[in-house]
C-alpha cells in the first residue's frame, strides 16, 4: 500500500525557517496531486497549499508569501518551506497526496504529521 511520511518538523524561536518534507512510496502507484495541510490548537485541519504533478501550485488565501509548496517528482517527494515562522503558526502539518494504482482507484492519503512549535 502507500505510505506517507513527513519530516522536518521541531521547535523553532519565532522568525526562523523549517524545510518540512513528505515522502510517498508505494510500489505500482502514481502520485499526483501533493498537499499541505495544518492543524493549530483549537481549530481545524485546514489546507495550507498544494502543488499539482506538473508543478502548478495553489495556495490558501490566509497565506502571504511565508510557505513555498514544492515537490521532485522523481523522489515522490513534497516540501514546505515555511519563513518567518509565527507563535500562531504552532501545531501538528499534514500531507495529503492523492495516488492511485492499477489496482487501486485515484484516492488521497494521509500522513501521520509532524509537530511545529513555535516559541521563544
Known amino acids: 500500500q502507500v505510505q506517507i511520511v513527513e519530516s522536518g518538523g521541531g521547535m523553532v524561536q519565532p522568525g526562523g525557517s523549517l524545510r518540512l518534507s513528505c515522502a510517498a512510496s508505494?510500489?505500482?502507484?502514481?502520485?499526483?496531486?501533493m498537499r499541505w495541510y495544518r492543524q493549530t490548537p483549537g481549530k481545524e485541519r485546514e489546507k495550507i497549499a498544494q502543488?499539482?504533478?506538473?508543478?502548478?501550485?495553489n495556495y490558501a488565501t490566509f497565506i502571504r508569501d511565508r510557505f513555498t509548496i514544492s515537490r521532485e517528482n522523481a523522489k515522490n517527494t513534497v516540501y514546505l518551506q515555511i519563513d518567518t515562522l509565527k507563535p500562531e503558526d504552532t501545531g501538528v502539518y499534514y500531507c495529503?497526496?492523492?495516488?492511485?494504482?492499477?489496482?487501486?482507484?485515484?484516492?488521497?492519503?494521509w500522513g501521520q504529521g509532524t509537530q511545529v512549535t513555535v516559541s521563544s
Open positions: 495529503n497526496v492523492e495516488a492511485s494504482s492499477q489496482f487501486v482507484a485515484l484516492r488521497d492519503f
Open positions: 508505494g510500489s505500482g502507484f502514481t502520485f499526483y496531486t
Open positions: 502543488i499539482f504533478r506538473n508543478g502548478v501550485t
